[in-house]
């Protein structure tokens, strides 16, 4: 219980969407590198940003459940949209939307994370 | 019976999360909202934001007790690319839950020429002690 306020109480416990950004980032430049869009890699490819955010996500060692969800694209002028709406507790969850395009797709990655208590 | 509610640490069977319920939800506003509807990129922002929306508080009214809520709604025009959506979870497989649609319209306009509208709507539900 005094573990749960502590986490409450310090900043280091909160959901932090600036950090969570740079990690996203990361894992989807460690998955799709330089690599053009392919219908053979892209199932592979959002299976394996998503396990991977999630697991640098739960290192962090917060009390926080997570949602990630990725959605890879090709390019051919075609528009996406994404839009969200949570019913939660607005001080300590939070979420975080990266956008990240190279020369043949696009890449939306989403995480949501929602405190345990 | 009423006091000892804040130590529920389950949701009894009642308020458990039923994901056929959550996704009849999604279906019937989807279906009322977009059905004929063409992709129009300067309309898509508003309308995704309005539909997530629209679920959200749809599903907030359905009586799940102590759950947090998540909707993501994901609009795509379609000109023959390839897209991929994935999602991971880490909760309490006991309690928590989604449910998930996808739409998509085929609109005929004249001299044949057709957009096509890709929509897929996912709730999530947490529950919180």
């Known amino acids: 219980m005094t573990g749960m306020e502590e986490y409450q109480n310090g900043s280091e416990g909160a959901f932090n969407s600036e950090e969570t950004d740079g990690i996203v980032k990361e894992c989807i430049e460690n998955v799709v590198a330089g690599d053009d869009y392919s219908q053979g890699q892209v199932n592979k490819w959002t299976a394996s940003i998503v396990e991977r955010c999630l697991t640098q996500l739960v290192k962090q060692g917060k009390p926080y459940k997570y949602i990630v969800t990725c959605a890879v694209m090709q390019k051919t002028g075609a528009g996406l949209h994404t839009a969200n709406s949570c019913y939660w507790d607005t001080a300590m969850d939070g979420s975080c939307t990266v956008r990240w395009e190279n020369r043949t797709m696009y890449c939306v990655v989403s995480v949501f994370a929602v405190a345990i208590a | ?129």
């Not at chain 2, 019937?28 to 959200?56: F, H, N, Q, T």
């Not at chain 2, 991971?88 to 309690?95: G, S």
């Not at chain 2, 649609?101 to 044949?112: I, K, S, T, Y």
Request: hydrophobic residues 35%; proline residues 3%; glycine residues 6%.
């Open chain 2, 1 to 129: 019976m009423e006091g000892s509610d804040t130590y529920l640490i389950r949701p009894n069977h009642q308020h458990k999360f039923k994901p056929a319920v959550v996704k009849e939800c999604i279906r019937e506003i989807v279906r009322e909202r977009l059905s004929g509807m063409r992709y129009d990129p300067e309309e898509v922002p508003e309308l995704s934001r309005s539909l997530a929306d629209c679920i959200k508080d749809k599903v907030k009214n359905a009586g799940f007790d102590r759950y947090k809520l998540v909707v993501q709604v994901v609009i795509g025009e379609q000109r023959g690319q390839g897209v991929k959506v994935s999602s991971r979870c880490l909760w309490d497989a006991d309690t928590d839950n989604y449910a998930e649609d996808v739409f998509m319209n085929l609109v005929l306009r004249c001299g044949g020429f057709r957009k096509l509208l890709l929509l897929r709507t996912t709730g999530w539900m947490i529950f919180f002690r």
